[in-house]
């Protein structure tokens, strides 16, 4: 019977058809979401904190502004994910635990420091710009509640990308000084940027499974390659140089080709010894900690009106 269940479940994906909480689902499908949309979530908040870190020095009023409301829309994609993998059947708590637990993972590029105010540029050019690149093709993805919460993301997103490149582009169009700075940002962002793709293809585990079940439209090398075919002119058009000497226009392909990327720093970063991941486990713990007379009011308060609705 559950053989015949997975083929129908089969045949609605091929149809095109989308899945919703309440609807009959592979226990492995269930789980392969969960992991996804529970990391994606822990990303949005951890990547609070490497942008958090300019807020109080942003250069100017109108700076601050788009700095704050941008963090903000971060935690705010964040409890949009939160929501969308607890309708899968894990509650927040338990999501939360095993990020500061340190045994759910969270995207390796918030592991990198934010020394100088050109880091915030790169951020909104380049991280968000990948992370568009990664989320456009998760509006379509076969269960519900993650595809509809992609879509509000990507339009904020989006805002985020431009509020990037037009730091960027001040930065480049200003002082040697402000030119060097911008230069230096993209230098150590850019190969970790490329890394927020995921492994090669051939050394990605997920991605037959996700492929087939629709949660995935595109392979992480197909993206990247999407993400630096977009972006090489963009960096262009800033008068900067991308910090690759094998990068070269193929006419044949009509793609850039790249060069050899550094699976061995991917994989030290994930196993937690990247520049920054213990500084920013312990300021997430530290923040849930400092948070938790707030999540004990309301429980309080929700307790209350509970007895009152049935005295
Ligand atoms: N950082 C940390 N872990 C990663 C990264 C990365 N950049 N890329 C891959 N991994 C992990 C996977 O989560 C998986 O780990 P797990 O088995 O312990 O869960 C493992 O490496 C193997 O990778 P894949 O088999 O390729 O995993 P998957 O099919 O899930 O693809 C991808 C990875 C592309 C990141 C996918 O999960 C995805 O699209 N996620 C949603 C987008 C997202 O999380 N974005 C976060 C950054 S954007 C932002 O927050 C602004």
């Not at 759910?104 to 100088?116: D, H, L, R, V």
């Not at 050899?260 to 486990?281: H, M, Y």
């Amino acid at each position: 019977e559950d053989a015949e269940r997975a083929a129908h479940f089969q045949a609605r994906i091929d149809a095109d058809d989308r899945i919703e909480p309440n609807d009959w689902m592979p226990a492995a499908y269930r789980k392969t979401l969960t992991r996804q949309i529970s990391q994606h979530a822990h990303s949005e908040i951890v990547g609070m904190l490497p942008e958090g870190n300019w807020i109080t020095r942003a250069p100017t009023l109108r700076r601050k502004a788009a700095l704050l409301a941008k963090v903000q829309d971060e935690c705010g994609h964040g409890l949009y994910l939160y929501a969308a993998a607890e309708t899968l059947g894990s509650s927040r708590e338990e999501l939360v635990d095993l990020m500061l637990s340190g045994k759910a993972k969270y995207s390796s590029i918030f592991n990198y420091p934010t020394p100088t105010w050109a880091d915030i540029g790169a951020i909104g050019w380049l991280v968000d710009g990948a992370a568009i690149m990664n989320q456009i093709p998760l509006c379509r993805c076969s269960y519900g509640p993650y595809a509809r919460a992609m879509i509000r993301v990507c339009k904020e997103e989006s805002f985020h990308q431009r509020q990037g490149y037009e730091i960027m582009l001040t930065l480049a169009r200003g002082t040697e000084e402000q030119k060097a700075m911008a230069q230096n940002a993209l230098d150590r962002w850019w190969w970790p940027c490329l890394m927020m793709f995921g492994p090669p293809d051939q050394l990605s585990q997920h991605s037959d499974q996700s492929t087939q079940w629709k949660i995935k439209r595109f392979s992480n090398d197909d993206l990247r390659q999407k993400f630096i075919d977009a972006t090489v002119p963009q960096a262009h058009y800033l008068g900067l140089t991308i910090p690759d000497a094998d990068l070269k226009w193929n006419e044949a392909s009509g793609h850039w080709d790249y060069g050899a990327i550094d699976w061995n720093e991917f994989k030290q970063v994930l196993s937690g010894n990247g520049p920054c991941n213990r500084d920013r486990i312990a300021a997430r713990r530290k923040a849930h900690e400092e948070g938790a007379w707030v999540r004990e009011a309301a429980a309080a308060y929700s307790e209350k009106q509970q007895a009152r609705r049935t005295a």
